[in-house]
T-cell receptor, first 112, second 117 residues
């Protein structure tokens, strides 16, 4: 079993849709959770960073962490074509600035 | 702020060649840098953690004699792929820790696409 599992893709939605991206993990020692967006042939760009269970909102993005279920989610409201990219979840034992374990990533396409 | 630059962005070379990739933090000092590798449609996998002035720490299964890491200054880390072969073709990405604590995430470069013929 991989440490971090991410829903397989690709995912295609119409513009304006609500998108739900999910990851599960097996090691309860993970304490820090991140979502990155990666455009083709570019490095990952941090979208959301959370530490505790619960929700964190930033504009159209909401990150949700459920440590009891070992499950994290990223919701994108009013999705735009510019949101088309690969989304990676990542997590760490000791902080956002330390070793990260990534999910496989899911490619999202938002159709105009 | 917090820009990480990688060079080159793309390199093609013959099998057996050694290739050096640079990772620079442009507007901050980074005592710790990370090197990741990403195969097509796969996740980023950490290869090694590079600390300024000391030997890098390699992840299990990563050959330290093949992937030489040097972190000689607080703004520069280099990864040298020695005697590269086609199976080393991949997307190599570095990241740098801005040193502002565990709550501040690392910043990624835009990666180097390595193609070995």
């Amino acid at each position: 079993q991989k440490e971090v599992e991410q829903d397989p893709g690709p995912l295609s939605v119409p513009e304006g849709a609500i998108v739900s991206l999910n990851c599960t993990y097996s090691n309860s020692a993970f304490q820090y959770f991140m979502w990155y967006r990666q455009y083709s042939r570019k490095g990952p760009e941090l979208l959301m960073y959370t530490y505790s269970s619960g929700n964190k909102e930033d504009g159209r993005f909401t990150a949700q962490v459920d440590k009891s279920s070992k499950y994290i989610s990223l919701f994108i409201r009013d999705s735009q074509p510019s949101d088309s990219a690969t989304y990676l979840c990542a997590m760490s034992f000791t902080g956002a600035n330390s070793k990260l374990t990534f999910g496989k990533g899911i490619t999202l396409s938002v159709r105009p | 702020g917090a820009v990480v630059s990688q060079h080159p962005s793309w390199v093609i070379c013959k099998s057996g060649t050694s290739v050096k990739i640079e990772c620079r933090s442009l507007d901050f000092q980074a005592t710790t840098m990370f090197w990741y590798r990403q195969f097509p449609k796969q996740s980023l996998m950490l290869m090694a953690t590079s600390n300024e002035g000391s030997k890098a720490t390699y992840e299990q299964g990563v050959e330290k004699d093949k992937f030489l890491i040097n972190h000689a200054s607080l703004t520069l880390s280099t990864l040298t792929v020695t005697s590269a072969h086609p199976e080393d073709s991949s997307f190599y990405i570095c990241s740098a820790d801005p040193g502002q604590g565990i709550g501040q995430p690392q910043h990624f470069g835009d990666g180097t696409r390595l193609s070995i013929l």
